[in-house]
């Protein structure tokens, strides 16, 4: 009965799964990893001699769930992707046999009730084709962005990732140097932090850069929190304004630079136009003066004719 009741809970499961005891053999594949697979219980449960291994991968060598014991071999665990081992748990990705479909499996030691022996391995497999496809065709337009990106540890001054648009605008790497990036640019990654505090994305931020090479280059920062393997983290899309900027510095020099030969040009004029309104002037003055001398000089000449 309770055999019964523990099968039946094991074949509705939403995640394919099954189980090897101490010898190697399957001793439980549920309903959902028979239509994964297309193996039927019936032709698995008993069989060793990897025959979980020979069913997924086509070859009969240790697998995933034989990492649970063995934590040195290097050249099994490269065959995953994403492989992570926590505690008694491993963690990995790795494509289907002949197929274009990526399973996740994780992997966990088996006690018995009162934990002090193991009993067995088991392994619950997810098809994570669909993810897997998103993340490549993430990649691909990612690595070929003619912008800056970079994805960033968001609590650990650490970058995951950054695509050749972004080394060749930085001058850093992931291999060279990385971490004067963040010691010359430390105020404003601080800056970024805040603001993603508050906001948890940031759009049209204008930043400077110092490259590898001490000069500064010029952008539009837009980044946002996303999650990776469950991990915070920050993804900087960067719009190259460098050629812009300095061009907007060279007009505002030559604005500047127009702007006092026109001031002092206007100056010269000014005074030019001064002095000739000086000297205008004073002829007025003359001229006015001997024009009251002569009025006055005939006023004169024309009261001693009628006197007479």
Not at 124 to 141: C, Q, S
Not at 161 to 186: C, H, M, Q, R
Not at 208 to 234: F, P, Q
């Amino acid at each position: 009965m309770i055999e019964t009741f523990a099968e039946i809970i094991l074949d509705n499961l939403p995640d394919a799964l099954y189980a090897v005891n101490n010898n190697g053999e399957v001793v439980i594949w549920n309903k959902k990893i028979e239509q994964l697979t297309g193996v039927k219980k019936k032709d698995v449960l008993g069989k060793g001699n990897y025959e979980y291994s020979y069913i997924f991968y086509g070859e009969r060598k240790p697998g995933l769930i034989d990492l649970l014991l063995d934590k040195t071999n290097k050249e099994l665990e490269s065959l995953y992707d994403n492989f992570k081992r926590e505690g008694n748990t491993v963690i990995g990705e790795r494509k289907f046999k002949g197929q274009e479909k990526y399973l996740q499996g994780l992997a966990v030691i088996l006690y018995n009730f009162e934990g002090n022996s193991i009993i067995g391995e088991f392994v619950t497999i997810k098809d994570i084709t669909p993810a897997k496809e998103l993340e490549n065709n993430f990649l691909k337009i990612f690595t070929a962005s003619p912008d800056p990106i970079a994805i960033t540890n968001y609590n650990v001054a650490e970058f995951i990732n950054v695509n050749p648009a972004w080394e060749e605008f930085t001058g850093y790497t992931l291999k060279s140097n990385i971490e004067n990036f963040f010691y010359n640019n430390s105020n404003l990654i601080k800056e970024i932090i805040n603001k993603l505090q508050l906001e948890n994305k940031i759009q049209q931020m204008e930043i400077c850069l110092i490259k590898n090479d001490n000069t500064n280059v010029y952008g539009i920062l837009s980044c946002s929190t996303i999650y990776i393997n469950n991990e915070k983290c920050i993804i900087s899309i960067i719009k190259d304004i460098t050629k812009q900027k300095k061009l907007e510095e060279n007009l505002k020099m030559v604005r500047l630079k127009n702007e006092s030969k026109i001031n002092t040009y206007a100056i010269k004029q000014n005074k030019k136009f001064d002095d000739i309104m000086f000297k205008h002037n004073k002829d007025i003055r003359e001229s006015l003066n001997i024009s009251q001398h002569i009025i006055k000089t005939l006023s004169t000449l024309n009261g001693d004719v009628n006197a007479r």
